[in-house]
């Protein structure tokens, strides 16, 4: 059975008070929310009432919202969409890697931040109706683990997002498969993101960190010019 989005809390996160009233006004007829004026209060927030997604601006003083959700990663997995005037890509960058599992740029509509959260929230709930067994590449180099929702590089535990984990797992799942920008975004993001390529070179930047040994050098995700991206099965390394 389906979940009720009324049930559903959401902590809207911001030092601008009419902000919070925009957040509030667009999301109150579909879910319940509270509010924080500092990330001090929001990990407070966090912890005592226990949101399903945390909405987050990055510029908050003394605790920006960059440090804030780096915070909330320590002690929570909740989805975190930040909220942001700044649309540069290294900021959109910065903040995936804080752990944030969206971001939207201000100004925005009400339509739009309540289809990213639908979004997000599905991500978080759905799996891959696949296998649970260990999907092993490059004779165990690289191993993805779907019961535990982790990877395993060069015998290293690597600790992924939410975000970066599915896009992992949609690439291993169809290894040595070139995948589109918009096959990637229907699988990993769904089809509220149609068009945003963005968000795949990003999170693919992200993942090549982690997993690779030389992320300018990637041995297992690799590009195919104008087409996309695939997991190579075996790694391609200058050496052996």
Sequence with gaps: MATDSRTLLVLVVDDDTSMRM????ALEPLYRTI??????????????????????????????GWETCRRVRDISDTPVIMLTARDAEHDVARGLDS??????????SPIELLARIRAVLRRRSQALPASNELMSFDDGRLVVDPARRL???????????????????VLARHAGQVLSHEQI???VWGPA??????YVKTYVGLLRNKIEADPRNPEYILARRGLG????KRGRRSHD
């Design 22 to 25: 925009l957040c509030r006004g």
């Design 35 to 64: 509010e924080a004026s500092n990330g001090a209060d929001a990990l407070r927030q966090l912890y005592q009432n226990r949101p399903d997604l945390v909405l987050l601006d990055v510029g908050m003083p003394v605790m920006d």
């Design 99 to 108: 752990g944030a599992d969206d971001y939207v740029v201000k100004p925005f």
């Design 151 to 169: 990877a395993i590089a060069r015998g290293e535990e690597v600790t992924l997002s939410a975000t970066e984990y599915k896009l992992l797992e």
């Design 185 to 187: 975004l229907e699988h």
């Design 193 to 198: 993101y149609a068009g945003e390529s963005g």
């Design 229 to 232: 991206y695939y997991l190579e």
